[in-house]
C-alpha cells in the first residue's frame, strides 16, 4: 500500500500511456480506425448545429434482393408480393402516402419471373426495382457494358426505372455487391475496376446507396454524409471523400451523388457489457429493430450542409435470405413504420416521409437548388 501510495503517480502515468495504445488496438481490431474521428466529429456537429422544425425525415428502405443465381427462391419472392401490400396498407406517412420498399437487383441473378413479379408488385404504388452488382477481377468495358444492358432491359421490358427529363438517358440508382465499390478492398475482390465511379457516371446512375459497410476496408472515412464523389480512375475507393453537397451550390458536372445510410455507435448494445456494438442500418434476423435503433438513426441527422430541417434515413436488408424475409414480413417492418408513425409524425416537430431512392433523389436536387415546394 506504501509503495502504492508513494508511486501512485507512476502508475496514473503508466495507465494513461497504455490506455490509447489499448483502445487503438480495438479500433484496430474491429477494422473501424479510420472513421471513428470523423465519427465523433459528427457527433459533436449534430449536437450544436441549428435546428429547424418541423423536421422532415425521408425514410429510405433499399433490399440487396439476391433471390439466386441458378435457380431463384420464387417461394420467397411471392411472399413478398403477398404480404408486403397487406404491411404497407396499414401504413401512411405525412402525406398519406404507403412505405416504400425498394428491391436492387443483381444483374448476374437476374431472372425473368423474379423481374415480372417485383415489377408488378413497384407498378402498384409499393416501391422500385434497381440496379446491384456483385463481380470480381472485372474490366472497366465489361462492367460498363453490363450496366448499360441492364438498365436497358429493365426500362423497355418491364417499364421500371425512368429517363432524365434533359439527356433522354436511362437513370438508376446503384448497390453494389459485397460493398465494394470502386475496388474499395485491400485485396481488390469483388469488384477490379478503379473507375468504377466514372462508369456509373456515365452509365446514368444519379446516386449510389451503398453506404455504410461499416467495418473493414470498403468503408469510407466519409460518414453519415450526402456528397459528391469525385473519380480518379488511376486508383481506388475515390469515394472515400468527396464535396458535401451544399445548399445553393453548384453539383460538380463530374461528381457522382453518394447516398449514405447512418453509422454510429450503439451503446445500448454493448459486447461483453463494455464495448458498443457497431450501428450500420443492416435490418436483418440477427440485427433486429429497435426503438433505441430507430432513434440512434435519426440521430445521425444525415443532411445536406445548410439543410437544418432534414433527416436522411437510409437503411438497409437482405430481403431475399430465408431468416430476413420471415422476420421482416411478420414482424420488422410493423414495428419499423408502428414505430416513426408514433414518434417522428406528430407535424410539428417531425414530420415522416416514405420515400424511393428516386424520390429522395429528387428533393434532395431541389433543396440543393432552393426550391421549398417538393411536394
Same mark, same amino acid.
Given at each position: 500500500? %506504501?509503495?502504492?501510495?508513494?508511486?501512485?503517480?507512476?502508475?496514473?502515468?503508466?495507465?494513461?500511456?497504455?490506455?490509447? +495504445?489499448?483502445?487503438?488496438?480495438? *479500433?484496430?481490431?474491429? $477494422?473501424?480506425?479510420?472513421?471513428?474521428?470523423?465519427?465523433?466529429?459528427?457527433?459533436?456537429?449534430?449536437?450544436?448545429?441549428?435546428? %429547424?422544425?418541423?423536421?422532415?425525415?425521408?425514410?429510405?428502405?433499399?433490399?440487396?434482393?439476391?433471390?439466386?443465381?441458378?435457380?431463384?427462391?420464387?417461394?420467397?419472392?411471392?411472399?413478398? !408480393?403477398?404480404?408486403?401490400?397487406?404491411?404497407?396498407?396499414?401504413?401512411?406517412?405525412?402525406? /398519406? =402516402?404507403?412505405?416504400?420498399?425498394?428491391?436492387?437487383?443483381?444483374?448476374?441473378?437476374?431472372?425473368?419471373?423474379?423481374?415480372?413479379?417485383?415489377?408488378? &408488385?413497384?407498378?402498384?404504388?409499393?416501391? %422500385?426495382?434497381?440496379?446491384?452488382?456483385?463481380?470480381?477481377?472485372?474490366?472497366?468495358?465489361?462492367?460498363?457494358? *453490363? #450496366?448499360?444492358?441492364? $438498365? =436497358?432491359?429493365?426500362?423497355?421490358?418491364?417499364?421500371? #426505372?425512368?429517363?432524365?427529363? &434533359?439527356?433522354?438517358?436511362?437513370?438508376?440508382?446503384?448497390?453494389?455487391?459485397?460493398?465494394?465499390?470502386?475496388?474499395?478492398?485491400?485485396?481488390?475482390?469483388?469488384?477490379?475496376?478503379?473507375? %468504377?465511379?466514372?462508369?456509373?457516371?456515365?452509365?446514368?446512375?444519379?446516386?449510389?446507396?451503398?453506404?455504410?459497410?461499416?467495418?473493414?476496408?470498403?468503408?469510407?472515412?466519409?460518414?453519415?454524409?450526402?456528397?459528391?464523389?469525385?473519380?480518379?480512375?488511376?486508383?481506388?475507393?475515390?469515394?472515400?471523400?468527396?464535396?458535401?453537397?451544399?445548399?445553393?451550390?453548384?453539383?460538380?458536372?463530374?461528381?457522382?451523388?453518394?447516398?449514405?445510410?447512418? &453509422?454510429? *455507435?450503439?451503446?445500448?448494445?454493448?459486447?461483453?457489457?463494455?464495448?458498443?456494438?457497431?450501428?450500420?442500418?443492416? +435490418?436483418?434476423?440477427?440485427?433486429?429493430?429497435?426503438?433505441?435503433?430507430?432513434?440512434?438513426?435519426?440521430?445521425?441527422?444525415?443532411?445536406?450542409?445548410?439543410?437544418?430541417?432534414?433527416? +436522411?434515413? $437510409?437503411?438497409?436488408?437482405?430481403?431475399?435470405?430465408? $431468416?430476413?424475409? /420471415?422476420? #421482416?414480413?411478420?414482424?420488422?417492418?410493423?414495428?419499423?413504420?408502428?414505430?416513426?408513425?408514433?414518434?417522428?409524425?406528430?407535424?410539428?416537430?417531425?414530420?415522416?416521409?416514405?420515400?424511393?431512392?428516386?424520390?429522395?433523389?429528387?428533393?434532395?436536387? /431541389?433543396?440543393? !437548388?432552393?426550391?421549398?415546394?417538393?411536394?
Amino acid at each position: 500500500m %506504501e509503495y502504492f501510495i508513494e508511486n501512485g503517480w507512476m502508475v496514473v502515468f503508466l495507465m494513461a500511456i497504455m490506455m490509447p +495504445v489499448i483502445i487503438y488496438i480495438i *479500433l484496430k481490431k474491429k $477494422k473501424i480506425d479510420h472513421w471513428i474521428v470523423p465519427y465523433f466529429i459528427s457527433v459533436m456537429k449534430n449536437i450544436f448545429s441549428p435546428k %429547424e422544425y418541423p423536421q422532415n425525415v425521408y425514410f429510405c428502405f433499399v433490399d440487396h434482393f439476391e433471390p439466386g443465381f441458378v435457380q431463384p427462391r420464387m417461394d420467397l419472392v411471392d411472399l413478398w !408480393c403477398e404480404k408486403y401490400p397487406i404491411i404497407a396498407n396499414r401504413h401512411m406517412d405525412c402525406r /398519406g =402516402k404507403k412505405p416504400q420498399h425498394n428491391f436492387f437487383i443483381p444483374i448476374e441473378e437476374y431472372h425473368p419471373d423474379v423481374v415480372e413479379k417485383l415489377s408488378k &408488385l413497384c407498378h402498384k404504388g409499393f416501391g %422500385e426495382v434497381e440496379i446491384h452488382l456483385h463481380h470480381d477481377n472485372d474490366t472497366s468495358d465489361n462492367t460498363r457494358q *453490363l #450496366l448499360h444492358n441492364f $438498365k =436497358k432491359l429493365l426500362f423497355n421490358k418491364y417499364a421500371l #426505372l425512368r429517363k432524365d427529363e &434533359l439527356t433522354n438517358k436511362i437513370q438508376y440508382a446503384f448497390i453494389h455487391g459485397n460493398w465494394a465499390l470502386d475496388n474499395s478492398r485491400k485485396d481488390g475482390r469483388w469488384c477490379g475496376v478503379n473507375d %468504377e465511379i466514372s462508369i456509373l457516371k456515365e452509365t446514368g446512375c444519379y446516386a449510389d446507396l451503398t453506404m455504410p459497410s461499416g467495418s473493414g476496408s470498403t468503408q469510407t472515412r466519409t460518414i453519415n454524409s450526402i456528397y459528391y464523389a469525385i473519380d480518379d480512375p488511376s486508383k481506388p475507393k475515390s469515394h472515400d471523400s468527396g464535396i458535401p453537397m451544399e445548399i445553393g451550390k453548384k453539383a460538380p458536372e463530374d461528381g457522382l451523388l453518394m447516398i449514405q445510410g447512418p &453509422l454510429a *455507435l450503439n451503446w445500448w448494445k454493448k459486447k461483453f457489457g463494455i464495448l458498443p456494438h457497431i450501428e450500420d442500418a443492416d +435490418v436483418s434476423h440477427n440485427h433486429p429493430p429497435t426503438p433505441a435503433r430507430i432513434d440512434l438513426w435519426i440521430k445521425q441527422r444525415i443532411r445536406m450542409v445548410g439543410d437544418n430541417c432534414s433527416v +436522411v434515413v $437510409k437503411v438497409h436488408t437482405h430481403g431475399a435470405q430465408i $431468416k430476413n424475409a /420471415g422476420r #421482416l414480413l411478420d414482424e420488422y417492418l410493423d414495428m419499423i413504420y408502428s414505430y416513426l408513425e408514433k414518434n417522428y409524425n406528430d407535424g410539428k416537430k417531425y414530420k415522416l416521409y416514405y420515400v424511393t431512392p428516386y424520390e429522395l433523389y429528387r428533393i434532395l436536387k /431541389g433543396i440543393e !437548388c432552393g426550391k421549398d415546394d417538393q411536394f
